[in-house]
């Protein structure tokens, strides 16, 4: 089970303050941050929406330290008001493993 500790982000920016190091194990869960690109490319963020983050992190399992990602992306091109983003829209690298759970990570609301 992944720790909360692992990563202490700043709460007004996420941008990481201090991070901690775990010995590789194959199997081990491991919190990756979610990275949300194609905003500019959506033309309803475009004019004024926002996307309101319901999770900043994915568990994924590796049997390979070398497949570990930096981010996971999740493409926000398509989408209207109250669109939600599920895990199922997460481009997962090869050698990733998610969770089958589809549980949603964002959703697109207006001003």
Do not use: M
Not at 15 to 21: P, T
Not at 36 to 60: A, C, I, M, S, T
Not at 71 to 92: E, I, P, Q
């Amino acid at each position: 089970r992944r720790d909360r500790s692992q990563v202490q982000l700043r709460a007004a920016t996420d941008v990481a303050l201090s991070c901690n190091f775990l010995r590789w194990r194959p199997g081990l869960r491991i919190a990756v941050p979610l990275r949300f690109v194609d905003r500019l490319q959506n033309p309803f963020l475009k004019r004024g929406g926002y996307l309101h983050r319901l999770e900043h992190f994915l568990d994924v399992r590796c049997d390979d330290p070398a497949d570990v990602p930096a981010f996971l992306d999740v493409s926000c091109a398509v989408g209207s008001k109250n669109h939600v983003y599920r895990k199922s829209d997460v481009r997962v690298p090869p050698g990733v493993a998610l969770d089958a759970s589809d549980r949603p990570l964002a959703v697109v609301k207006t001003k």
